[in-house]
């Protein structure tokens, strides 16, 4: 047997599945594609987590958007998370072309091209469906986390949680969590000290400036009403194909921190929500972080191991995580070490640097007799790529350098009356794009500001006009006692008086001379 049927029958062999499967392509042998040689992926390792690898034009776009197309006519929902805006092109099937032709032929694959339910969302102002959260579904302890507190400052963000849920103050955008911190430690000074002790103003001024940090990279769009419900993720259309949701994230690559702390609290809310699956034969959802390394940039140890507890827990609940990024290192090893599924397309040697990296990246490979890894990894051709996947009883398939099937879909993005087509035709766009402002903690803090502040004026000004009634009173007083020590008797004024006087002075007069 020639080494090219051995290899054949080994790919074949190792490739062998009882339940459903995604065929990305066939094995290639020193540079040649053996037709039928197909690599698969079984859905039901899915959840397992996985990489989409390789340098920039090696083809990771067109591998995640096949296995999103393929998960989808399985009827598995899928998000993708679509940084650099060329996926809304799903929607629409492909025009073809004949070197895909040519490609499929190679691998033993029929191509057919079809368009696939899309869903189009958004975190910023550009069309599409608004996400949201609000403070209070985020927590004190994932909000601190996001935030990057001190755990004195943490401390106070507890409190403030408690004193909202004793007082009945919702806490749903950046306004309300800056109003009331600013409330503890200027008009409700003396009843936070009173019921919770002294909040340090410096603690609360950290806070504020970590909140403006995070509003200047758009989260006030973010925070607020009506909350996305993550279960509107897993809709399937009436053809029984589960909804490709693409969120459109080309205005925040330079806000890392917005990135990152969207995708923490989508997890986390998916997390919390979604029951548990056990060993089912399909995921319940499948998410596709292009740009992974956003995620990662700047975060905090916190918010890391956050992200890094998530991604280990969540696929019980039947949930794969995806990572689509240039090198393999931009993920935290914790995190890579977690991937079950590694699509990894070229790499190109540069420096010193790149050929190090390249000999790390081989090294998280199964060996193979049929592959130089560290060569391979460099010499890969655009739309081929090292593939190693899991079979369904979690042990590694066969790694096979594959020349990858093309998308079924369009290869480019929605011209703007497709687009349009697309949203004036969404459920979800009707359910979410209304902007709700409705009354929480900023507005009720200030009526009660604004209650304080009348009363203190009331007491104020009925105090003032006290003092001045006792001051009248006082003055009043005075002037009559004063009236009353110069006033003269009326009989000692008659008494005394000149006439009265020359009158008895005449009458002795006429009686002495007499």
Not at 198 to 223: H, M, N, P, Y
Not at 453 to 469: C, L, R, T, V
Request: proline share 4%; aromatic share 6%.
């Amino acid at each position: 047997m020639s080494k090219k049927e051995t290899f054949f029958n080994y790919i074949v062999e190792g490739n062998t599945t009882k339940g459903e499967f995604i065929p990305v392509g066939s094995a290639m042998l020193d540079g040649e594609t053996i037709t039928n040689a197909h690599v698969k992926i079984p859905l039901k390792t899915m959840n397992r987590h996985g990489l989409i690898a390789g340098a920039t034009g090696t083809g990771k776009t067109k591998s995640l958007q096949v296995l999103a197309e393929n998960l989808s006519e399985k009827g598995v929902p899928v998000l993708l998370m679509d940084i650099k805006g060329d996926l809304s092109g799903i929607a629409q099937p492909s025009s073809g072309h004949v070197k895909i032709d040519e490609r499929h032929e190679k691998i033993g694959l029929p191509f057919e091209a079809k368009s696939f339910p899309v869903e189009i969302l958004t975190l910023s102002e550009q069309n599409g469906v608004r996400l949201r959260a609000t403070i209070s579904e985020f927590g004190p302890v994932l909000l601190s986390r996001i935030l990057d507190l001190t755990e004195t400052q943490s401390g106070i963000v507890s409190v403030i949680f408690q004193y909202c849920d004793n007082n009945k103050l919702p806490l749903l955008d950046l306004k309300d969590f800056k109003k009331i911190l600013q409330y503890a430690t200027q008009e409700g000074k003396e009843e936070f000290t009173e019921a919770y002790g002294r909040i340090s103003t410096a603690s609360t001024g950290a806070i504020l400036r970590k909140i403006v940090e995070l509003e200047q990279q758009g989260a006030d769009l973010f925070f607020g009403e009506t909350s996305f419900d993550v279960q509107d993720l897993l809709r399937v259309n009436n053809e029984g194909r589960g909804y490709i949701n693409i969120l459109r994230l080309t205005d925040i690559q330079d806000k890392p921190k917005l990135f990152s702390t969207f995708m923490l609290s989508l997890l986390a809310e998916i997390y919390s929500t979604f029951p548990e699956q056990g060993d089912s034969d399909r995921p319940e959802l499948v998410m596709f972080i292009d740009e992974a390394h956003l995620i990662f940039k700047e975060a905090s140890k916190a918010l890391l191991d956050q992200i890094e507890s998530i991604v280990k827990l969540i696929r019980s609940k039947g949930v794969g995580l995806y990572f689509v990024t240039q090198n393999p290192t931009d993920v935290p090893e914790e995190v890579l070490g977690q991937l079950g599924l590694k699509i990894q397309h070229a790499l190109r040697a540069f420096t010193a640097k790149d050929r190090k990296a390249i000999k790390l990246t081989a090294q998280n490979y199964p060996e193979s007799e049929y592959y130089n890894t560290t060569e391979v990894l460099t010499s890969l051709g655009i739309g081929e790529a090292l593939v190693s996947a899991l079979d369904e009883k979690g042990r590694p398939t066969p790694l096979a350098a594959t020349m990858m099937r093309a998308p079924m879909s369009r290869m480019d993005v929605l011209t703007n009356n497709e687009l349009n087509t697309l949203l004036s035709n969404s459920k979800l766009v009707k359910k979410y794009n209304e902007t709700i402002d409705r009354e929480s903690a900023y507005e009720m803090l200030n009526d009660k500001i604004k209650a304080a502040e009348a009363e203190e004026a009331k007491e104020k000004a009925k105090k003032e006009q006290e003092a001045i009634e006792k001051a009248a009173a006082k003055k009043r007083k005075t002037t009559t006692k004063r009236r009353t020590s110069t006033r003269v008797n009326p009989v000692v004024k008659v008494l005394t008086s000149a006439t009265f006087i020359r009158s008895v002075f005449g009458i002795l007069t006429k009686v002495m001379s007499k």
